[in-house]
């Protein structure tokens, strides 16, 4: 046959090109840094590379026929299984994730892992696996870094919020459904700081932590997991206790922590005592989240610290209720003088002599558009500490004076004063004797018929300011009653050099006059005896007062039997429900006229 052409035919040709870059391809395969596998359609390996044989430690021909994704660990979660199953079937081109393998050599190896889809109608895919554990230790020593506190190597805020959230979310049908946290403040670390210098204290830190670290563990002994313990920022510490059991639980913890803190440190040579306050929350984790948690912990180790440091305190919902009434009525206190929720009482001052009333105290009371009728112990501290004392003061002052003007021009036969209490703040912060004559100029009131009543705590000691005050206040003609006497320092010698006209005797010591007559009489009716000490004082303290020129009030006076000693005694005037409840304004002039039969009848009772 002619034309028949010599040498290999085009098809031919071609065939041996396609050998030959398949051998190139091989042997590149083969070859390549990167450990590789081609695995059927049924999962199967086919063919390894020297790599993929030395990441498991077998020669590569030795891994043909095994199961790729047992090899590659790609069935221990279902997303990646399916994803794995969509590649193999060529329905997906690709998929990547990350895997720690455990060579047969024992190593274990962090590898991100390709199967990428091989064209052609056989199918079958690429299976490639990176090892990336340098990369991956870098990244775990990083964010072992960024989660721990550098100077106790304890986990910082940051990750004990991370598991603070975790531990929320968990579900709670796996454990007890509960968390607990003990949050720790060292008492008085600032000063071991200021005085022996950082180092120490980082070091006193470092050896906090080593104790709390111990003291977890114990706690976590026969318990499925340890508290974890966090320093989160300062001298403050946490241990969170992930499924408590309840707050006994809780307090052991607690207790265990205090002592060992409490135990001395002996940092470079140098013993070192120290304390700790620590505030416990134990509640049921659904419902709470971890701000509330906080800051019930923060509210609770306030408490710890309040109630004298060195201690351990349980959250109580009632006490806190408490706090935030308080919060909310100090948050409302200053626009509430503007809007006119402020009422004042008054309350009968009467001669024992002759149980005529002589003047009124006047009694701030709060109509809170929320909380009700709020008596002054609920809010007079308050507005002390936020200074809008100095607001309702005036308020007080202004209104009293109004009043008792009112009742001036009405019974002129029956001039009346008014007593008003001053805050120690109104003294110190405010003009009271700009406040008072401008008061007393406004409403025409004449100086005589308004009295100051002012704490003994709040004159002692008084220089400078408070006493040119309370002379010019003097010097005007008002009078200054000194309130409570007898719970403070009682220096009667100090207060007669002060420009102070009356004494009200506090409450507790007309208390002890219960009773008329003998003690044995009030033992036989059952009754505690009063002490006769206790009048012995009283009427010394009364003399001394009035040979100092001072007049003595008796505050709280509830039985015509206390009336009848306080008289016997040489008091000169007294206060309380015998004579009066405070009442509002219209109530009083209905009292005006009555003389009490032998001075100690109820003139008026509400
Ligand atoms: P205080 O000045 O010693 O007032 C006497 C308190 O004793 C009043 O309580 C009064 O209601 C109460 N009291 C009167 N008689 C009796 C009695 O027979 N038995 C008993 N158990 N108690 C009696 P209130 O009104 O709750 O006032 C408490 C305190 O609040 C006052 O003590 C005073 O220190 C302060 N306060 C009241 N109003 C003002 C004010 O306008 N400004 C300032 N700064 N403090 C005020
Ligand atoms: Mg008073
Ligand atoms: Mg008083």
Redesign the pocket.
């Known amino acids: 046959m002619s034309g028949t052409s010599e040498g290999p035919t085009p098809a031919a040709d071609h065939r041996s090109a396609v050998t030959e870059s398949d051998t190139i391809y091989r042997s590149v395969f083969t070859a390549a840094a990167l450990a590789m596998a081609v695995v059927d359609r049924d999962g199967l390996v086919l063919r390894a590379n020297d790599g993929f044989g030395a990441l498991f430690c077998r020669a590569p021909e030795a891994l043909s026929g095994r199961v790729a994704a047992d090899l590659v660990d790609l069935a221990s979660d279902p997303r990646t299984w399916q994803a794995y199953h969509e590649v193999l079937g060529g329905r997906e081109a690709r998929l990547r994730c990350t895997r720690r393998l455990k060579r047969p050599d024992g190593q274990a190896v962090w590898a991100q892992i390709t199967v990428t889809a091989l064209p052609g109608q056989t199918g079958g895919v690429l299976l490639s696996v990176t090892d990336i554990s340098a990369s991956h230790e870098l990244q775990a020593r990083l964010r072992h870094s960024q989660m721990h506190d550098p100077v106790t190597r304890l986990p910082n805020r940051t990750l004990f919020f991370e598991r603070l959230t975790s531990a929320l979310d968990a579900d709670p049908y796996g454990g007890t459904g509960r968390i607990g946290l003990c949050y720790l403040d060292l008492d008085g670390f600032k000063a071991i700081n200021d005085t022996l210098g950082h180092r120490v204290g980082d070091r006193l830190l470092a050896a906090v932590a080593e104790r709390l670290r111990r003291c977890a563990e114990e706690a976590g002994h026969a318990r499925p997991a340890a508290p974890l313990v966090a320093r989160l920022g300062g001298d403050e510490f946490a241990l969170l206790v992930e499924d408590s059991t309840g707050t006994e639980q809780l307090a052991d913890l607690a207790e265990s922590v205090l002592k060992a803190v409490q135990a001395p440190f002996d940092l470079d040579g140098r013993r070192l005592s120290v304390s700790a306050s620590i505030g416990v929350v134990e509640r049921l984790a659904a419902g709470t989240t971890p701000t509330a948690l906080m800051q019930a912990a923060d509210t609770t180790l306030y408490w710890a610290k309040a109630d004298g440091m060195d201690r351990w305190t349980l959250f109580d919902p009632e006490r806190n209720a408490h706090r935030m009434t308080r919060q909310a009525l100090a948050s409302t206190l200053r626009p509430a003088v503007e809007r006119g929720e402020f009422v004042?009482?008054y309350?009968p001052l009467v001669g024992m002599a002759d149980g005529r009333v002589r003047g009124v105290?006047?009694?701030?009371?709060w109509h809170h558009p929320e909380f009700g009728v709020l008596?002054?112990?609920r809010f007079?501290q308050l507005?002390?500490e936020d200074g809008s004392?100095v607001q309702?003061?005036r308020w007080?002052l202004r209104t009293a004076c109004r009043q008792a003007r009112r009742w001036q021009l009405d019974h002129p036969g029956d001039p009346l004063f008014v007593s008003?209490?001053?805050?120690v703040r109104?003294v110190w912060d405010s003009d009271l004797v700009a406040d008072v004559a401008e008061t007393l100029a406004e409403t025409g009131l004449s100086p005589h018929l308004l009295q100051l009543?002012l704490?003994e705590s709040a004159v002692m000691g008084s220089a400078g300011r408070p006493l040119e005050a309370l002379q010019a206040l003097s010097d005007m003609g008002v009078g200054i009653a000194i309130?409570?006497f007898g719970t403070g320092y009682s220096n009667l010698a100090y207060l007669s050099r002060l420009p102070v006209s009356v004494l009200?005797l506090?409450?507790a010591f007309v208390r002890g006059f219960q009773y008329e007559g003998d003690g044995a009489t009030a033992e036989a009716a059952g009754a505690p005896a009063p002490n006769p000490a206790d009048e012995v004082v009283v009427e010394a303290m009364i003399q001394l007062a009035h040979r100092l020129g001072l007049t003595v009030t008796a505050?709280?006076?509830?039985t015509s039997a206390q009336a009848a000693r306080l008289r016997r005694i040489g008091c000169d005037t007294g206060?309380?429900?015998?004579y009066s409840?405070?009442v509002p304004p219209d109530r009083i002039p209905g009292l005006l006229g009555q003389r009490a039969r032998g001075g100690d009848q109820v003139v008026g009772n509400p």
């Open positions: 004042l009482e309350q105290e006047a009694l701030v009371r008596a002054p112990n007079i507005a002390e004392i309702l003061g007080v008003v209490n001053v805050a109104q009543e704490t309130d409570d009200k506090d409450g505050e709280c006076v509830e206060q309380g429900w015998l409840r405070p």
